[in-house]
């Protein structure tokens, strides 16, 4: 049987709640990315917590959107990361703009293309406007194709 675990970075707490009721309905581990300042204006992120993905097969990785881009708490846990080769990796975003290419598609490219670089591979990524009407469709699709591992 195929391990799931879900690691996050949340500021407000949106991300957050997507990541906890991903992780009920998959009945994955679920694990909060820490740093030492949450300051979306920080230039050197210093982590406190490191979730560790090395026995898990599935991987989703959540972040909420900062500045047009994925947070840098998010990018600097990622960059760390030593290897994730042969790891199914699904990833969300959360934000505020009205369309997604205002920030939600750029921030998911920038966490695939590191991902890439740490040789794995991404299978989904998503997307969720906060402001929408249809978020709760949204999440519940979302959750709906990570099933499908």
Do not use: C
Not at 19 to 36: F, G
Not at 79 to 91: A, M, R, V
């Amino acid at each position: 049987m195929m391990k799931t675990k879900v690691v996050f970075y949340s500021k407000t707490g949106n991300t957050e709640s997507v990541a906890k009721r991903i992780a009920s309905v998959l009945n994955a581990d679920i694990e909060r990315i820490y740093a030492v300042s949450d300051d979306p204006n920080i230039f050197n992120v210093e982590l406190m917590l490191i979730p560790d993905v090395k026995n898990v097969d599935h991987v989703i990785f959540g972040s909420p959107v900062h500045g047009f881009s994925v947070s840098k708490i998010m990018n600097a846990y990622l960059n760390q990361l030593p290897d994730l080769k042969g790891k199914t990796i699904d990833l969300f975003v959360t934000h505020f703009f009205p369309y997604a290419w205002m920030g939600g598609t750029r921030s998911l490219k920038q966490m695939r293309d590191i991902i890439a670089y740490k040789g794995g591979t991404v299978r989904h990524m998503v997307s969720i406007n906060w402001k929408n009407r249809k978020r709760e469709m949204d999440i519940m699709n979302m959750i709906s194709t990570f099933q499908n591992v």
